[in-house]
Nanobody
Framework: QVQLVESGGDLVQPGGSLRLSCAAS????????MSWYRQAPGKERELVAS????????NYADSVKGRFTISRDNAKNSVYLQMNNLKPDDTAVYYC?????????WGQGTQVTVSS
């Protein structure tokens, strides 16, 4: 059974930091590109960051460059998103996604709220 379970979402003040985790099971994690997406109320889901299967290459949305860092640990079947200098516009449900060729899996999401 394929599972992607996100955790680490919370309420944080502007300028604060959070680290999201996504634990994978039921598929060959190390063969998949992993991504973080987010969806704010009333908006479309958008790509935040992605990382190749080996972790060598990463990609970020312009809005998070220099503030967010994606990483993965293939030994632990996990992908992470370190989020620094958070802004109210970062408020959203954050999802992790696994993709390999025609196979795509999504997690259930974790809520991040940035507010004073």
């Amino acid at each position: 059974q394929v599972q992607l379970v996100e955790s680490g979402g919370d309420l944080v003040q502007p300028g604060g930091s959070l680290r999201l985790s996504c634990a994978a099971s039921g598929f060959t994690f190390s063969s998949y590109v992993m991504s973080w997406y987010r969806q704010a109320p009333g908006k479309e889901r958008e790509l935040v960051a992605s990382i190749t299967s080996t972790g060598i290459s990463t990609n970020y949305a312009d809005s998070v460059k220099g503030r967010f860092t994606i990483s993965r640990d293939n030994a632990k079947n996990s992908v992470y998103l370190q989020m620094n200098n958070l802004k109210p516009d970062d408020t959203a449900v954050y999802y992790c996604k696994a993709i390999r060729n025609y196979l795509t899996y999504w997690g259930q999401g974790t809520q991040v709220t940035v507010s004073s």
